[in-house]
């Protein structure tokens, strides 16, 4: 599971492989990117293709909260407390899923239309890994070109508006939101992580696929790169 990666690339060269016509990010900060940042994405605007942010971490399916909820109001009860189980239920904090693999899940399918699909830059990304002794240590990858930050998109989805509790603390926010596809993993990321790697979109023909095909053709996508196509840096 993907769970860090890093963007380095300027707003200009997004849009350009994007083929986005307008931006509202500013002058963006290269930065390594974690959970529930607010990271780039490239989306619909209506006909247009928008550069624009949100935070990573799409809603968690409905069992999920209900699990994390029934868990809580158990520990409650045993505590002798009194439980309003849809108010905790509403109340369930939801940090968010970074990475989609089931597509013909019934909670994905939605947002799989074109108009909820999105492109997300980054130059390098992780999967978790352990040094000598044991300890975590993200190993890093990227394209295997000679360019060191070289620009490419993960095959991402996105809603807008959503509302739910990301953090206790902060309480009910409404935020734009986006996770992306992982599929099947190719060297040299099999040999670190065994599970998935990130659906990785490199030729303008994926891109166009991605943002515009029906989902028969789209779903094609969610495939891993060839192996010897990222190296570890």
């Given at each position: 599971?993907?769970?860090?990666?890093?963007?380095?690339?300027?707003?200009?060269?997004?849009?350009?492989?994007?083929?986005?016509?307008?931006?509202?990010?500013?002058n963006m900060e290269p930065r390594d990117i974690y959970p529930d940042y607010a990271a780039p994405i490239v989306r619909?605007?209506?006909?247009?293709?928008?550069?624009?942010?949100?935070?990573?971490?799409?809603?968690?399916?409905?069992?999920?909260?209900?699990?994390?909820?029934?868990?809580?109001?158990?520990?409650?009860?045993?505590?002798?407390?009194?439980?309003?189980?849809?108010?905790?239920?509403?109340?369930?904090?939801?940090?968010?899923?970074?990475?989609?693999?089931?597509?013909?899940?019934?909670?994905?399918?939605?947002?799989?239309?074109?108009?909820?699909?999105?492109?997300?830059?980054?130059?390098?990304?992780?999967?978790?890994?352990?040094?000598?002794?044991?300890?975590?240590?993200?190993?890093?990858?990227?394209?295997?070109?000679?360019?060191?930050?070289?620009?490419?998109?993960?095959?991402?989805?996105?809603?807008?508006?959503?509302?739910c509790v990301r953090k206790i603390k902060t309480g009910m926010e409404t935020c734009d939101l986006f996770a992306f596809?992982?599929?099947?993993?190719?060297?040299?990321?099999?040999?670190?992580?065994?599970?998935?790697?990130?659906?990785?979109?490199?030729?303008?023909?994926?891109?166009?696929?991605?943002?515009?095909?029906?989902?028969?053709?789209?779903?094609?996508?969610?495939?891993?790169?060839?192996?010897?196509?990222?190296v570890v840096i």
């Amino acid at each position: 599971m993907c769970n860090l990666y890093r963007q380095r690339s300027g707003p200009q060269a997004i849009m350009d492989m994007a083929k986005a016509m307008r931006s509202d990010v500013g002058n963006m900060e290269p930065r390594d990117i974690y959970p529930d940042y607010a990271a780039p994405i490239v989306r619909w605007e209506g006909d247009e293709r928008i550069l624009t942010a949100a935070r990573w971490g799409m809603p968690s399916s409905r069992k999920a909260l209900m699990d994390a909820a029934t868990k809580r109001a158990d520990k409650l009860r045993a505590k002798g407390k009194d439980v309003d189980f849809s108010k905790l239920l509403e109340m369930e904090p939801d940090s968010g899923t970074t990475n989609v693999r089931n597509t013909s899940s019934s909670h994905w399918k939605p947002w799989l239309k074109p108009e909820n699909r999105c492109l997300v830059p980054f130059t390098a990304f992780s999967e978790p890994g352990r040094d000598a002794e044991g300890r975590y240590q993200p190993v890093w990858f990227k394209l295997a070109v000679d360019d060191p930050e070289p620009l490419a998109f993960f095959a991402g989805v996105h809603v807008q508006d959503w509302t739910c509790v990301r953090k206790i603390k902060t309480g009910m926010e409404t935020c734009d939101l986006f996770a992306f596809l992982t599929t099947e993993p190719s060297e040299p990321v099999k040999s670190v992580h065994p599970k998935a790697m990130p659906v990785i979109l490199t030729e303008p023909d994926e891109i166009e696929a991605w943002m515009t095909a029906p989902w028969e053709i789209a779903r094609e996508l969610q495939r891993p790169l060839a192996d010897g196509a990222l190296v570890v840096i």
